[in-house]
DNA sequence: TATGAATGAGTGTTCATTCAT
DNA sequence: CATGAATGAACACTCATTCAT
């Protein structure tokens, strides 16, 4: 019973937490987190024993939802679709959560989505894809973890628009796509 | 004439600054930088009077280093070449000042180069490139940019070694070129 | 219940405050008002955001004390003697408190006395003294209160002592009181 | 020669240094007081070793004009006329150069107008008004000066206005005067 | 257990004072 | 001898973290 409690303070913690980072970034004070959700300081700091473990906890978290995401992709029909879908959804997405992988990298943290189960499940789907030909053999994980990292990075400092999102993909795609002709 | 030293002092609060803010980033204090300088901390506030005049003085000098190459590379004979050697240059030293620019710009501070001079500068390396038929009509400065500072912040953020920026920028420069094929 | 020390910890920090600043003048630091009343500076901030907040509930405590008084000889049988007895008081209270008044007034704040519950308790003291006929009816609460806050502030910066005091007072107290002759 | 350049270097700072106090408050800051009276604040410091030097120096140069005034009405065909007006002439002095007595007193400094010329000054006008029966006999250099010192004060503290000024005097000087009536 | 008052090191910034020029 | 750049102690104030309640 008492778990139940806990779980949800937890959950009130991190999620007041992502609104107060991506709003004030790096610089939201442990005080303001906690009023937002509607606890003490203490409270939090009885989950997370510094503000950096608060912090991890909250990538953990993001992560964990990217990963469920390429879970759900990695069954698709069109493993190309898939792929680029899941890309395009990833940056979407960080352009909204402005500030926010930029705190938790700026803080030290490790953003590179390198965390193992997703990683897994990305390079399924990149796998996936390169076997419907859809994107070029050689691209490796490497390679995609920079490009993923560096389009959600720049879409979250600029607040790229819908419009230059999809231009700039649009050339990123490109690189990733075997070359069309060269053939004969 | 006193004015030697202080000029002396400029440049070494303004390296000191530099090497300081990437290593610690953006919470990077006054003291610091003034220690690392050798001045105290008054003389930095005589150069610059708040902390963000300091930032804005780094991102204003390493823009004008930017230009300057750009507009050296602005007469080189290949201007396909000239171009994704820009474009490497700038993402390779980001590697090295690592943290600098990402801190800059979560400081308030437009990096996007941006600024007017550099942004005309790119774009001479641009169109010349697009004349020369070594990058696709259809780019526009928006997402060229995009993509520099995309790859500059990763580049930084994770430190990307020889290899992976290599790998990297190749799928980038890829996505860039005009369709090798749908020839005749 | 921490509140008990939350007030503990604020009516020393007043205490402090008054006494430091006593001492020091203006320049008082918050460092200073914290050592002495044993508490972290933070502390005083939690009570008091500003320095300048710390300084108004002082005179707002001193001008409550003095209104009591006035309210309490308000009902004295002899209306003079009340009158003059307040006055006598006040000088003599702020002889004690040193250079508090003047820190205060110079730190911009009002100290004229002129906070209106205490203006009303003055005013009540020399509308009886007159109707008594111990002070001239044409005396003003504008006089009144320029000649109160002189000598209080005079009685501080230079440390009247009880003789000069009662042979300051007695030369102001017969400006005030009617003349004597021009009787039948 | 250099002595006169000297001079008039020590003069332009102590005129400078009155007009900063009096606008800026004890707060001023030799910077100001160098860049008003157009010098380097080295040369401040070669007249004056310390920014206490400086104050004492004003308040010298004041107590210094004020007993030159003394002087000039210890001859005055009416002694008594010559005392009041002394009196007034001086507090009315204090409400233009607001903030100034204040700031010295409050910088430690001893405005008592007890200076020994000064003092001397002013009980020759203060003798010659008892003597012509303009004031009491009974009435001491020490209440005199306190008297003139709290009026002082206030009148800065507060910026009387010229009514205020002629009222609040009045009740002091009635004080002051011989009791009109007494007689057999 | 949750709370939030208390803590104090740390921050950006100012300014009296010194001293190289 | 005047200058003003350099210094660094000091200031008001913040905030991650602790701990009494």
Redesign the pocket.
């Known amino acids: 019973m008492?778990r139940a409690?806990?779980r949800r303070?937890r959950a009130r913690v991190l999620e007041a937490a992502e609104v107060v980072l991506a709003r004030d970034g790096l610089?939201?004070?442990?005080?303001?987190?906690?009023?937002l959700a509607?606890?003490?300081?203490?409270?939090?700091?009885?989950?997370f024993?510094?503000?950096?473990?608060?912090y991890q906890a909250i990538v953990v978290d993001r992560m964990a939802r990217l990963a469920a995401l390429a879970d759900e992709l990695a069954t698709a029909p069109d493993a190309g679709e898939a792929f680029f879908e899941y890309f395009t959804m990833i940056v979407e997405d960080s352009t909204v959560k402005k500030v926010l992988v930029d705190a938790l990298a700026a803080a030290g943290i490790d953003a590179k989505a390198g965390t193992p189960d997703i990683r897994g499940a990305i390079e399924t789907l990149l796998v996936r894809a390169q076997g419907a030909g859809a994107v070029r053999g050689d691209v490796g994980m490497a390679e995609l973890l920079a490009l993923l990292s560096a389009t959600c990075l720049a879409a979250q400092h600029h607040g790229w628009d819908e419009d230059l999102r999809t231009r700039t993909l649009a050339i990123v795609f490109d690189g990733l796509r075997p070359s069309p002709a060269t053939p004969a």
């Open positions: 008492m409690d806990a303070n610089s939201a004070s442990m005080r303001e987190i906690a009023s509607g606890v003490g300081v203490g409270t939090i700091y009885r989950q024993p510094a503000k950096e473990d608060l």
